[in-house]
C-alpha cells in the first residue's frame, strides 16, 4: 500500500515550514506526521548533503508518494531537481510538486515539464551571465573600476608603502590603520605594479 510523504524545507531558523505543510493537506494529502520530514537547510545544498532527505530516502519506498509545495523545496539548481527527481523515480516513487498544478514529476507530463524547466533556468543562467558581462565591458569602456572601493584611500596606500620602505611591518601598518594585512599586502603590491609598470 503506498504511503504519503511530505518533504518541507527552509531556508533560515526565523523561518516555519508549518505554511508549507497546511499547504500539502488543504490540496488534500493526507500525510502522516511520521511522514513530514522538515528541515532548515539551504536550497543551494544539493539534496544528498541534506539529513532530512537522506531520512527520507531511508524511510521511502518503492510506490510511495513525495509531496513538495515547490520546486524550490527540492533546490534551487534546476539541475540537482532534476537528478534528485530521477532518482526518486528510479526507485518508483512518484513526486507531487503542488506549484505545477499537482502534477507527478515521474510522469511523462512531469518530465515533460522538468525538461522545459530545466532548459528555462539554464537560459536565465546565460542571460544573466551575458548580461554581467556586458556591464562590466561598459563599466570598464566608461573608466569604472570594477569591485568595492579599497579600505585605504590614495593617501593612505602612499603612507603605507612609505613606511613599508622604511621598514615597518605589514602587521603593524594593517594595526595602525585598522585593517587587515592583506589589505596592507595589496597596497605595497599595487605601488609596485605601478613603479614597475
Known amino acids: 500500500m503506498s504511503r504519503t510523504f511530505a518533504y518541507l524545507r ?68 534546476a539541475m540537482d531537481v532534476r537528478v534528485t527527481v530521477e532518482h526518486l523515480e528510479a526507485i518508483k516513487v512518484r513526486v507531487h510538486c503542488l506549484a505545477l498544478g499537482c502534477v507527478d514529476l515521474t510522469s511523462s507530463a512531469g518530465r515533460m515539464t522538468m525538461t522545459v524547466l530545466t532548459a528555462v533556468a539554464e537560459f536565465e543562467r546565460d542571460l544573466v551571465v551575458e548580461r554581467t558581462r556586458a556591464g562590466l565591458d561598459r563599466a570598464r569602456a566608461a573608466g569604472k573600476l570594477a569591485g568595492r572601493p579599497s579600505a585605504l584611500s590614495s593617501s593612505q596606500q602612499l603612507e603605507v608603502t612609505r613606511r613599508l620602505a622604511g621598514g615597518a611591518s605589514v602587521a603593524q601598518l594593517a594595526r595602525e590603520f585598522r585593517t587587515t594585512r592583506q589589505t596592507v599586502m595589496r597596497a605595497r603590491d599595487k605601488h609596485i605594479a605601478g613603479v614597475n609598470g
Open 10 to 77: 527552509v531556508s533560515t531558523s526565523d523561518q516555519s515550514t508549518d505554511n508549507q505543510l497546511l499547504e500539502i493537506r488543504s490540496a488534500g494529502f493526507a500525510v502522516d506526521d511520521r511522514r513530514v520530514i522538515a528541515e532548515c537547510v539551504s536550497g543551494s545544498t544539493s539534496t544528498s548533503q541534506r539529513p532530512g532527505f537522506k531520512k527520507l530516502l531511508d524511510r521511502i519506498e518503492e510506490g510511495d508518494v513525495l509531496i513538495v509545495t515547490k520546486l524550490d523545496r527540492l533546490g534551487r539548481n
